[in-house]
DNA sequence: CATAGTTTGTCAAGTAGTTAACATCCATGA
DNA sequence: TCATGGATGTTAACTACTTGACAAACTATG
């Protein structure tokens, strides 16, 4: 077959997937999809740096730099430094920030079942345990541990 | 289960393959991911106006306008009227964009070929299938098909 | 201890997208 | 026929990323 159409085929997927997450998102917390990951994956850390941050998020440590003024204005994060550590900055979320994360988190996950509940005739557990399959195949070659 | 969770593996999986596309791209011809999928794209419609070609891309108007000079600069694409319309502009490939454009996507097709061959586990054809199918159910929801 | 190297966070400049507003062209129907 | 409405292509201003350069702060080694 032509092997480049599973990669059309996942891209087009995940395009309708991530659009529907953000029309949900702005609809019901003003929130982007992209704000929203960085404060899901934020709150899975434990007070991460920013540099660390942005290698979970898979950006640059200055895009990172550049969005934390946007969540300290509205109070979403708060930014330290460790007493005793002049270099590395802290990042946490604000109780507020925690509840708008969950709360948001819980919403898309309420609504992913919903879109996800009429595919009866496609088993979703069994998919992702074949999509990680492959990432974990594509991951044993060399050239593509480097990228990620 | 967690039926978000498996919008994160499909998001990791495309990141990683498109992430080895682009560096093989880049490497061999001079040529961005995007820049790839604008030439592939353009060569697969019969001398699209922009604002379709932007449609098949996914992208607005604007970034399809913004972007031709860079093609043409290079040689790689005309733009044109049609006689008897005032309108409409006519996107072609030049000779020299075709050569790239089928020469890049051959090499891509043969690097694919080559970080799938380890997959026995799995039967691409099927999983391919599966995801169409989770596509097309995804697409019955009211709300996704306004999306895209 | 000194110093050479590494990591971190930030800044500046560049790229690729967005939306909104606009002029222009074309089609349509009163 | 002509006025109006819709689609097209361009522009301007904005957003979110990138890379490269940098200073400051740590780390390790002679």
Redo the contacts between chains.
């Keep these: 077959?032509?092997?480049?159409?599973?990669?059309f085929?996942?891209?087009?997927?995940?395009?309708?997937?991530?659009?529907?997450?953000d029309?949900h998102l702005r609809a019901n917390f003003d929130l982007t999809y992209s704000q929203f990951l960085f404060l899901v994956t934020l709150m899975s850390q434990n007070k991460p740096t920013p540099s660390f941050l942005a290698e979970c998020l898979?950006v640059s440590r200055a895009a990172v730099s550049q969005r934390l003024p946007w969540f300290q204005d509205r109070e979403l994060v708060t930014v330290s430094r460790v007493s005793g550590n002049e270099k590395n900055l802290s990042l946490e979320l604000t109780r507020k920030g925690e509840a708008l994360a969950t709360q948001s988190?819980d919403f898309?996950?309420k609504e992913?079942?919903v879109?996800?509940q009429?595919?009866d005739?496609?088993d979703?557990?069994d998919?992702?345990k074949?999509?990680?399959?492959?990432?974990q195949?594509?991951?044993?070659?060399r050239?593509?541990r480097n990228?990620?």
């Excluded at 074949?130 to 990432?135: H, Y």
């Design positions: 077959m032509n092997s480049s159409r599973i990669t085929t996942l891209n087009e997927l995940v395009y309708v997937l991530n659009s529907a997450a029309r898979g988190a898309l996950e992913f079942r879109l996800f009429n595919t005739s496609v979703l557990d998919l992702d074949t999509l990680r399959r492959v990432k195949l594509l991951f044993r070659n050239e593509l990228a990620a």
